[in-house]
């Protein structure tokens, strides 16, 4: 394993002091999945995520909490970060925290490197700042104040109103970098995905870009400016850089030039910090620009954006404590396009568990092992002469491996999920029609009923390493009831771009009682 070809792929930081909801829980699970997938591939597989502790904010909570900011960090990333990550089964291979040293003196080295090059010059900063966006607002996102704050100015997004900042500040020239990034964008169709976000970001770069105030000096909690102290470096500036620090930026440089570039997994509400400063910035340190920026979309209930601000936050566990992690990961990236808005509700996930994990999946790993325990005492019969509707299960098979393959590569975890469901769906219909329990009664249907059960098996052997990723802990007990572990060693190894070769779990394999995959979810709970 990991001999293949490199692959990084990134979350976005945490911002420390947000309460973990599911549409931070999202972008995980679809990183972890996309993660998982290339590393059964044997893809030389890295995968990051982390927190984001600097900024005004964060010093105003904890000093409100009568804490450092250095403690209430550490204290949020114990009790609420981390735990997040196994709610949802995340298996990242690091995290970073920006309060690192790792991350601070590489951020540093990357920002004397840009002002011993001239990418950074000092000047006077006059705006309107949103301490909720930690940011100088554009035009675009200030607008007039409504009820308590009429006659203000107020952020779009957070409908608070804006302080009129006036400091020295350091600037990047981001300007420089107007007419290179159009034509990165131009040249790398793929570079930001899906095209609504590129074409968006193309909009936003045409107007031409500004300079970037990337310090402060009204705050101190954040990475000092190396030439003067008395400035902290910009919260996004500093965050932006994890993706790099964490693997070794003036540090290790062979595990640098290992992992990077990397795929960059975002919410589309900050994919221009992603899209546009972020490559400017490697631009201007003379490194590579990412692989891919790839811009999710917002998931909705009742129609507003999730976030704790909107009131709409639910917890993960909220969900994990009755479904489990399996469902959790597999109903979101299931029931929305990558890439597009989608709607959660909890009617609509509890008919997705009942009709297609539960009754779907789960029922068919059941019915398919009684059998072989039934019929043949629990050793998987040795195939005799496969006819068409056999062959046509083996065909079945193989598209749908192709094809799934295909669609992570292009991100489309939901059309991944859709190509891996047919075998689900077509393995129900064959098991239907063949009726190996008629086949039963009459020992000289007994070569046939072999045929019909090693094909079933074989099948749910490949819906086991495809499905893997997805649903880890499931996928691992039907495994084990197959007799696989033994047979073909564990279900991480198996190379997930074989999985579509028919006939590799040996005949004479033993099975075992299978559990429940899904169990019965009483109504009431939802
Ligand atoms: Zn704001």
Redesign the pocket.
């Known amino acids: 394993m990991a001999s293949g070809n490199s692959f990084y792929i990134t979350t976005p930081i945490f911002y420390v002091n947000d309460a973990p909801h599911i549409g931070h829980a999202y972008t995980e699970v679809a990183a972890d999945v996309v993660a998982r997938w290339h590393r059964q591939a044997g893809d030389d597989t890295w995968s990051l995520t982390g927190t984001d502790e600097h900024g005004e904010k964060i010093l105003r909570t904890a000093t409100a909490n009568g804490t450092t900011p250095q403690k209430w960090a550490d204290k949020l990333v114990t009790e609420a970060w981390k735990p997040l990550l196994e709610t949802i089964d995340i298996q990242n291979d690091d995290f970073i925290r920006t309060t690192e040293e790792r991350h601070e003196s590489s951020v540093q080295l990357f920002l004397q490197r840009l002002y011993d090059d001239g990418y950074i010059y000092s000047g006077e900063y006059e705006a309107l700042y949103?301490v909720?966006?930690e940011e100088f607002?554009p035009q675009s996102?200030i607008v007039n104040g409504t009820g308590p704050f009429e006659g203000q100015k107020v952020?779009?997004?957070?409908s608070?109103p804006l302080e009129l900042l006036k400091e020295k500040n350091y600037f990047f020239r981001m300007s420089d970098f107007t007419e290179r990034l159009l034509a990165l964008y131009e040249e790398r169709p793929d570079f930001v995905q899906p095209e609504s976000a590129r074409n968006e970001v193309i909009q936003f770069v045409r107007q031409g870009l500004s300079d970037l105030s990337i310090s402060r000096s009204s705050f101190d909690w954040g990475v000092k400016v190396p030439w003067d102290d008395s400035h902290v470096v910009y919260v996004w500036f500093d965050a932006l850089l994890n993706y790099i620090t964490a693997v070794g930026y003036g540090q290790d440089e062979a595990n640098f030039d290992r992992r990077w570039p990397a795929t960059h997994i975002v919410g589309k509400d900050i994919l221009r910090f992603h899209a546009v400063i972020w490559p400017a910035m490697l631009m201007a340190a003379g490194l590579e620009v990412p692989k891919q920026i790839f811009g999710h979309g917002w998931l909705l209930v009742g129609g507003e954006k999730m976030s704790k601000s909107k009131l709409t936050g639910i917890a993960p566990t909220e969900i994990t404590d009755t479904f489990g992690s399996d469902a959790f990961r597999y109903y979101f990236l299931r029931a929305i396009a990558f890439g597009q808005d989608g709607s959660f509700s909890w009617e609509d996930l509890s008919a997705r568990y009942q009709a297609e994990l539960a009754n779907g999946f789960g029922n068919l790993a059941s019915r398919v092992v009684a059998m072989v325990t039934k019929y043949f005492d629990g050793v998987v019969p040795a195939p005799a002469e496969y006819t068409d509707v056999d062959l046509a299960i083996q065909e079945v098979v193989k598209k749908a491996a192709d094809d799934a393959d295909s669609s992570i590569d292009a991100l489309a975890i939901h059309d991944a999920l859709a190509s891996i469901w047919t075998i689900v769906d077509e393995l129900n219909g064959y098991i239907t029609d063949s009726e190996p329990w008629a086949l039963a009664k009459d020992p000289a249907n007994a070569a046939r009923l072999g045929t019909v059960l090693y094909t079933a098996v074989d099948g749910l052997r490949a819906l086991a390493v495809l499905l893997s990723p997805v649903l880890p802990q499931a996928t691992h007990k039907l495994w084990d009831a197959l007799g696989a572990a033994e047979a073909l060693g564990a279900l991480v190894d198996q190379p997930i771009r074989d999985a579509g070769r028919f006939g590799q779990l040996p005949a004479g394999s033993t099975v075992s009682a299978l559990q429940a995959l899904f169990p019965r979810i009483e109504p009431a709970v939802a």
């Open positions: 949103c909720g966006c607002k996102e952020c779009a997004i957070h608070k």
